[in-house]
């Protein structure tokens, strides 16, 4: 199923936004099952401004890799504008983070701390919704604590101030990813905008997101924790079944591969948590994990993960 942001259709389920997870390599794997819009890592605008390698890379799209936004986070309207701009070069769209509660963020006035100074958000939207002619999508939690849940008047001057579709990580900050989202408020964001409203949080199946369409109305559902281990999950959650036996050794090495191509050396290191990822729930795979953890020799790594994932049948 699709929907619609401005005059552009997306297919309703995408990727979340994962530091540390979402590089090109892996939404290349992603990519495989379906051309659902995809989210970078956290990317700072003020490293991308400045033209740091490290951060222009995490930006950059392949040619394949579309539709594709990059989240852009920071506090600094201009700063995000000229980010954005950045992003847009690239054929990307533009989401702002306003959801991460992750200490160093919030202490710098970013991400989720942006929830609590309402004006400064809406400066920054509309400062990015001017510099830029794709679509611009904020993402948010459900405010600082249970004291303190904004989301709905937010969702609402975020879409004043230009978002052209918001979306809705349902937990506090406090929560960080415990307990589990707030399913409700999904409803009462959607009713209270006239702009797309992404679902996000403990989406994990077709039945998960039959349950939140039904229930709120929401245009479409984002997956983040769902695809750790899991690049089919987006295909999955849309009610297609591409991998029924799980990862297999070709699937993992091509991944170790895709990694190689884009980090070198380091890809090995990078590679174990996707490895440990696959390995969850098969049986040895305890025991494995703690052998791959260990291991720097890239010959190594391949000959065990093609004996676990080769004979392994759970
Ligand atoms: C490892 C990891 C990294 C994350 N990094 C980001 C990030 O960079 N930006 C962001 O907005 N959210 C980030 N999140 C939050 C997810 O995008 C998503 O909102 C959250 O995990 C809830 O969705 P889920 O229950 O489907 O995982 C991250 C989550 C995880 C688990």
Known sequence: MTFRIKNLTFENVMLAPMAGVTDAPFRSMVRRFGNELVFSEMVLAESLVR????????????????????????RDPAVMADAAVIAEKQGAFVDINMGCPVPKIVKAGEGSALMEDEDRAERIVRAVSDAVRCPVTVKFRLGVDDERRNYVDFGKRMRDAGASALILHARTRRQMYSGSADEKAFALLKEAVDVPVVANGDI??????????????????????????????????????????????????????????????????????????????????????????TEDDPAAVKEMIGSFFGTDDG
Not at 205 to 214: C, K, P, S
Not at 253 to 263: G, I, P, T
């Open 51 to 74: 033209g740091h390698d490290k951060t222009t890379r995490m930006a950059d799209r392949t040619e394949r890799d579309a539709p594709f936004a990059v989240q852009i986070v920071g």
């Open 204 to 293: 994990r199946t077709a039945a998960d997101a039959a349950r939140v369409f039904e229930q709120s109305g929401a245009d479409a559902v984002m997956v983040g924790r769902g695809a750790l281990g899991k690049p089919w999950a987006l295909a999955e959650v849309a009610g297609r079944n591409p991998m029924p036996g799980g990862a297999t050794a070709d699937f993992v090495l091509d991944h170790l591969k895709a990694l190689e191509n884009y980090y070198g050396h380091k890809a090995i290191f990078i590679a174990r948590k996707h490895i440990a990822w696959y390995s969850l729930g098969k049986r040895g795979g305890a025991a494995f994990r703690e052998k791959i953890n």
